[in-house]
C-alpha cells in the first residue's frame, strides 16, 4: 500500500496546490554556485515577495579549480565567502555548509541524517533541490554525479525522514521534531511542469552567480543566462499572454 495511503487520503493534484510564494524555502545544493546557475531568479522573485529563503550547501566545492597553486581547503573558503555574497545579494537569510568533499557525494544514510537535520531546524514550507531523474542533458553535457547524489538524499530526507518521529530518533534529543515540507520544486530536471516567470529578477540573478568569482575567472555568464532563461520560457508549454521574456523551470510535488 502507497505511504499516502496508509497517512491519509492521496494529496491533492498540484496544479491546485502550488502556492504563489512560499512563506518559508529551504534551497538545497551540492555545490557553491549551483542554486545560482539554477534557480536565483526564483528565489529573489519569492525573497521580494516576502519569502524567508535559506541556503543549504552539501559541499563548500573545494575541487572546482585547475590553479595547481590552490589547496582544497583554501578554494572551499574562498567559495563559501563567494556563496556568502551571492547570498546577500539575492536576500538570502542564511547559508549552512556541510562541509562534504566535493565530487565524493554519496546519498546515504549519513547525507539523509544531516539534511534531515537542516530540514527540521529550517521548518521550510517548501524544498528546493536537484532533481535526481537528471543523468544527462542533450548530447554534450552529464549530469555531474554530486548533483545527483544531492538531489536523492534530498527526496529521500523530505519523504519520509524529516517527517517521521522514529526515523533518526538522535534528532529528538536535540530537540528537532518532525516537520513535514509540502511543497519541493526541482531544478536541472528534463521533465519540468512548472514555470517561474524571473524577468523582473534576471539581473539580480546574473549578479548572484558573477559573486563566484573563482568559477568563472574571465567569462562573463550574462548572455548564457539570458539565453537559458528565453529558452525556459519558450518551452511553457501553456504560456499566459503576459508571461516575461525570462525564467525558471521545475519539477513541482505536493506532498500534502
Not at 496544479?15 to 545560482?36: C, G, K, S
Not at 563548500?60 to 597553486?69: E, L, M
Not at 568559477?215 to 555568464?221: H, I, N, T, V, Y
Amino acid at each position: 500500500m502507497p505511504e499516502h495511503h496508509a497517512r491519509g487520503q492521496e494529496p491533492t493534484a498540484p496544479e491546485d496546490t502550488t502556492p504563489e510564494v512560499p512563506d518559508r524555502v529551504l534551497v538545497i545544493q551540492a555545490h557553491p554556485d549551483d542554486a545560482e546557475f539554477s534557480c536565483a531568479g526564483t528565489v529573489a522573485k519569492w525573497v521580494r515577495a516576502g519569502a524567508e529563503v535559506h541556503y543549504c550547501s552539501i559541499t563548500s566545492g573545494d575541487k572546482g579549480s585547475d590553479d595547481a597553486a590552490m589547496s582544497g581547503v583554501e578554494l572551499a573558503t574562498l567559495r563559501e565567502q563567494e556563496q556568502r555574497a551571492a547570498c546577500d545579494i539575492l536576500g538570502v537569510a542564511s547559508v549552512t555548509f556541510l562541509g562534504y568533499q566535493d565530487a565524493m557525494l554519496v546519498p546515504d544514510l549519513n547525507l539523509r541524517r544531516e539534511l534531515v537535520r537542516v530540514m527540521r531546524r529550517i521548518r521550510p514550507t517548501a524544498l528546493v533541490c536537484f532533481d535526481p531523474a537528471t543523468r544527462y542533458i542533450g548530447r554534450n553535457y552529464i549530469n555531474h554525479p554530486d548533483h545527483v547524489a544531492a538531489g536523492e538524499a534530498s527526496l529521500a530526507a523530505v519523504f519520509p525522514s524529516a517527517r517521521d518521529r522514529l526515523t533518526f530518533p538522535e534528532l529528538l534529543q536535540e530537540g528537532l521534531e518532525p516537520h513535514k515540507i509540502p511543497h519541493v520544486y526541482m531544478f536541472g530536471t528534463a521533465a519540468p511542469d512548472l514555470w517561474v516567470d524571473i524577468s523582473d529578477t534576471i539581473e539580480i540573478k546574473i549578479a548572484a552567480l558573477k559573486a563566484h568569482a573563482s568559477q568563472l575567472g574571465e567569462w562573463d555568464p550574462t548572455e548564457m543566462m539570458r539565453e537559458w532563461g528565453r529558452e525556459a520560457a519558450r518551452r511553457h508549454p501553456a504560456r499566459p499572454v503576459d508571461f516575461g521574456e525570462y525564467a525558471e523551470a521545475f519539477k513541482y510535488m505536493y506532498l500534502g
